[in-house]
């Protein structure tokens, strides 16, 4: 599980002091998986109301420093808090901010970190951020959740239900652009294991190409979902050839809060769903 141990440390602390509607998301809470690739240099915590950042920031600000830590404010916006919060030799950056409230699943809640965002609305953000940035970091990400959370296919499709703005096909033309990276843009990162770089680039473009073939297939008013298998209780990437109701695949739209693809207690990946 790749969060060190002062960041393991100062989440149960902030655990221990439960906010109703702070949640983890971001990098740290991708690589709760204890697959995950990466180390996470920041927590993200987020909220849906805007108003909600400042106070929940004072709150937390209290809860950390009678836990006996340190917090250096680097930049205070309405919506956007950022600290770097320290304990004797050490240190994390900690952002606070506000995010829509819209989202394929509920939060999950994890006995460590609290509230997370579920991993699927967690590698459909980060398919927007790579669009949006090029950032190496991004690109481990992205070829993580690829492999172990949704094929980049789904991803793409599902992402315009969050940013309607865009269509699959926009969308997998920016993602087009990147990978286009050195050996040395990942010697900054913290890894969890050497990156391959020419092995992910081939994983990279064959994940594009069965994006494109997979966006073209699809119809398009189904844009924007998610696709839940029933018999295996897990989100797919659909077969084109045949129908959906042959495949026992229904599609899953995201709503305000999340909602869970069917009426039952819910646990994905081992996490609790809220």
């Known amino acids: 599980m790749p969060l060190t141990a002062f960041q393991r440390t100062l989440l149960a602390t902030l655990a221990a002091a439960p906010s109703d509607d702070r949640y983890l998301a971001g990098g740290a809470a991708m690589h709760f998986a ?5 180390f996470s240099d920041d927590l993200d915590f987020f909220h849906d109301s805007e108003a909600r950042v400042a106070a929940a920031f004072s709150s937390d600000r209290t809860t950390l420093e009678r836990a006996g830590y340190a917090l250096d404010l680097e930049l ?49 953000n980060k398919v927007l951020a790579l669009a949006g940035r090029d950032e190496s970091r991004d ?25 309607p703005g865009l269509t699959p096909l926009s969308l997998l033309e920016l993602l087009k652009r990147r990978g ?16 391959h770089l ?26 924007g979902c998610l696709y839940y298998a029933l018999q295996s209780e897990r ?29 039952a207690d819910a646990r994905v990946e081992g996490l609790d769903s809220v």
């Open 198 to 223: 020419p092995r992910a680039k081939e994983t990279w473009l064959a994940a594009l190409a069965d994006a494109d073939t997979f966006v073209r297939e699809r119809p398009p008013e189904e844009y």
């Open 139 to 163: 690109f481990v990400d992205i070829l993580f959740v690829h492999g172990n959370v949704l094929p980049l296919a789904g991803l793409c499709w599902a992402a315009v239900g969050k940013d």
């Open 76 to 124: 205070s916006l309405p919506g956007f808090i950022r600290a770097v919060v320290r304990r004797d030799d050490d240190a994390t950056r900690v952002d606070w901010a506000h995010d829509s409230a819209w989202r394929f699943m509920p939060l999950v809640r994890d006995p460590l970190g609290g509230l997370l965002l579920h991993p699927v609305d967690l590698a459909v």
């Open 180 to 195: 286009r990276y050195r050996p040395e843009d990942f010697t900054r990162l913290r890894l969890a294991e050497p990156f």
């Open 34 to 38: 204890a697959n995950s690739t990466r």
């Open 235 to 263: 989100f797919v990437v659909p077969r084109s050839a045949d129908t959906l109701d042959d495949q026992s695949v229904v599609p899953h739209y995201g709503t305000p809060g999340g909602v869970l693809p069917r009426v």
